[in-house]
């Protein structure tokens, strides 16, 4: 494993590799400097949340905007998750470009009226009178001893709404990229934070106004004989695996990274499951109704003629949650080596 | 207690000011005080608002455009009664009893600069801020031309960006939030708008009010939350809701004015929400007020009120009709007479007959657009 560990922060460059002479940064500070550099340009950008002032965030990706644009621009809110939201879809309605953090997205559940009832279904039950421009950041994921209520992998109920946009990139370019989009749409988005990333994930970040389409897939790794499609932390596990697999049995694996959960980009999933035909599709969230399950409902409708076995999911189990103690958590945490062994099921399939 | 904690970290005691410092966090407020075990006590009342008397120093002009707003209200409310019952209108959500404190508080605030943020009781609010008779209707019909929601939403689901009036739901009180982040953004960008958000004693219960009332409070923003209170949440009534003699009395916890006033009394309503609007444009703060009214019909076409309360109370309530009381008091201020009276009640019938012909003509949306608006680009 120590061999494996060592290609987290290896991978994420040979996967932006078009790109390599662009400044290296961490996933953390792709999202910090955008967030700054859109606020520099955009004086109607406002930030909310718990500890985005003072603290600069719990994980520090808002450290030093308050000191930059002030109080009125940085708000560090009452423990309120529903006026968080509800308030920041009050400033958007109100001519303001809000982008507000909910702490974890274990912490999201009492916010959910205002996100799924309200800022989702704000153009559609107006008839188009109105508009929600609104980015929701949130960290989420689990490996880093965050137990129940801070690893939650939540996304696919909002991937269930339609009206809002879910993005969630492994890379920092992308982190940069997709963030800068979801800040200038005009519709609301969750922009969900793999917390394990933050720091662990560098890569290089092109310098200036660069936008990530929003809905577009990243091929991550070109194949011809297998598909793993996985998004998050979960790229990165699956690189790992990849790369020990490949090595062993000589398969040719393409990775696709889906950065973008809400819309899917089904032409990218189906075209590649129609060239390897076989797909693995990987989440560390509940397996039951997943994003997952989606991906693989969407490749089995479009591409079954191709396919030479049964899509397979790998994703976390039917338990509630995330347990805490570390021989607990690895049971229940979908790793490389768990994808590693669903790869060489599928590949012997 | 309180003695005991002397070993408080240094940074608590000093406090995070520092006054050589040019960041602004260290500039904003964030320490401790010293230790104390001295707490003065608080009062937790509302404030009763006087009966109103006379013409609250308002032209007859005015007197009679806000006759004529309630009155519009309660016949466009009653006629989509008659349609609901003869099988027109699937589903109508009814105002009656509330006019009067709608139309105090509209007439109370800037139209075209403030914000409305109604719940599906304020028909009479959204005429006061430029509905018309016709897009009511339209909307009762669920018709294309329903400028509230294109026929998506069930009727008395009000909106319109036009008109400064915020597009609402129906799970209750989500539209408190609303109002309070509508108010930080005018203050922010100071255009001297308040937000105004509606809602029964029974959103009072939700969490959104609650976490609304601290944010506004804590940021003194210009917003005034407005509890309809009508003695029923559906059927439970305000006993069972609150344990409290009044929702007002929440403020005070929150630190802000709190203001109970007579619903059914126009002008008292008026002065209570004038003053309200005046503390938040000056940057005092929000204020909640609480007007006790009384709901006439069931909660909806589809409620049956005769199941949870007595047709005896309703009567007693019906007595103290904001309608005929404000028209009473408008005939002996000698603002209106019977020659008035009835020229305006002509007026409304063709008003709302003319309204209701336009609905039933007009077209419903186009099947194939159901699927249009989800996003900017779809």
């Known amino acids: 494993m120590a061999q494996l560990q060592d290609q987290v922060t290896m991978a994420p460059a040979t996967a932006v590799a078009e790109r390599e002479d662009a400044p290296q940064k961490s996933f953390i500070d792709a999202i910090h400097d955008t967030l700054a550099d859109e606020m520099r340009a955009d004086d109607r950008i406002v930030l909310l949340g718990e500890d985005v002032g003072r603290r600069g965030g719990v994980f520090r990706v808002t450290a030093g905007l308050l000191d930059e644009f002030g109080p009125e621009r940085v708000i560090d809110t009452p423990l309120a998750e529903s006026c968080i939201i509800g308030s920041a879809i009050g400033m958007a309605l109100n001519g303001l470009r809000p982008i507000a953090e909910i702490q974890f997205l274990d912490f999201i559940h009492s916010a959910m009226d205002q996100i799924m009832s309200e800022a989702a279904k704000i153009r559609y039950r107006s008839n188009n009178d109105f508009a929600c421009p609104l980015v929701i950041r949130v960290p989420f994921g689990g490996g880093v001893h965050g137990a129940l209520y801070h690893s939650q992998s939540i996304e696919a109920m909002f991937v269930h709404t339609p009206g809002l946009r879910v993005l969630a990139p492994a890379f920092p370019a992308d982190a940069a990229g997709l963030l800068r989009a979801a800040i200038r749409g005009d519709d609301p988005v969750l922009f969900l934070e793999h917390k394990k990333m933050y720091r662990a994930i560098k890569g290089p970040v092109p310098t200036g106004d660069f936008e990530a389409p929003i809905g577009k897939a990243r091929v991550v790794q070109e194949g011809t004989d297998v598909t793993i499609i996985a998004y998050g932390m979960m790229v990165h596990e699956a690189l790992k695996a990849v790369s020990v697999v490949a090595e062993e049995t000589g398969v040719s694996v393409e990775l696709i990274d889906l950065r973008s959960l809400k819309p899917l980009d089904e032409d990218c999933l189906v075209q590649s499951a129609k060239k390897t035909g076989k797909v693995l599709v990987v989440t560390e969230a509940n397996e039951a109704c997943s994003v997952a399950s989606e991906v693989a409902a969407t490749v089995g409708e479009e591409a079954f003629a191709y396919l030479d076995a049964p899509v397979m999911r790998l994703a976390a189990p039917d338990v509630p949650a995330m347990p805490f103690s570390p021989p607990l958590e690895h049971a229940f945490l979908v790793d490389a080596e768990k994808i590693g062994a669903a790869l060489r099921r599928l590949i012997s399939y | ?378």
């Not at chain 2, 005691?13 to 602004?24: D, H, K, L, M, R």
Request: hydrophobic letters at 40%.
């Open chain 2, 1 to 378: 207690m309180t003695t005991e904690v002397t070993n408080a970290p240094d940074k608590a005691v000093q406090g995070a000011f520092n006054p050589q410092s040019t960041a602004v966090s260290d500039q904003l407020p964030g320490h401790y005080p010293p230790p104390s075990a001295t707490f003065e006590a608080t009062t937790i009342s509302a404030q009763v608002a006087p009966s109103s008397t006379g013409d609250a120093g308002l032209p007859p002009e005015t007197l009679i455009d806000m006759y004529r707003h309630l009155a519009l209200a309660r016949a466009l409310d009653e006629r989509m009664w008659q349609l609901n019952r003869s099988g027109t209108a699937a589903f109508i959500v009814s105002g009656q009893g509330h006019e009067g404190a709608q139309v105090g508080a509209g007439f109370a605030l800037e139209r075209g600069i403030d914000f409305l943020l109604p719940y599906y009781r304020d028909l009479a609010l959204s005429l006061v801020f430029g509905l018309s008779a016709t897009d009511v209707m339209m909307a009762a019909l669920a018709r294309a031309p329903d400028p509230t929601s294109g026929g998506r939403q069930m009727p008395a689901h009000y909106g319109s960006a036009r008109l400064n009036i915020i597009t609402s739901s129906s799970p209750v009180a989500t539209q408190i939030p609303h109002a309070v982040g509508i108010a930080y953004a005018a203050r922010m960008r100071k255009t001297g708008a308040v937000a105004i958000a509606c809602f029964g004693e029974g959103g009072s219960s939700k969490g959104d009010f609650h976490e609304s009332c601290n944010f506004a409070a804590i940021h003194k923003l210009p917003v005034i939350f407005f509890c309809e209170n009508n003695n029923y949440a559906i059927s439970v009534p305000v006993e069972e809701q609150v344990s409290i003699e009044h929702v007002a009395d929440r403020a005070a916890a929150y630190g802000f004015p709190g203001v109970v006033v007579d619903g059914t009394d126009v002008l008292a309503v008026y002065q209570v929400i004038k003053d309200a609007a005046e503390r938040a444009r000056k940057g005092e703060g929000p204020t909640l007020v609480e007007a006790k009214v009384y709901r006439f019909q069931p909660h909806t076409s589809d409620d049956d009120d005769r199941t949870y309360r007595d047709p005896d109370e309703v009567k007693a309530w019906r007595a103290r009709d904001p309608l005929a009381q404000f028209e009473a008091r408008l005939r002996d201020l000698g603002v209106l007479d019977d020659e008035q009276v009835a020229r305006i009640r002509s007026d409304i019938n063709r008003e709302v007959d003319h309204a209701t012909d336009a609905a039933e003509q007009a077209p419903y949306p186009d099947s194939s657009t159901f699927d249009r608006h989800v996003y900017a680009d779809r």
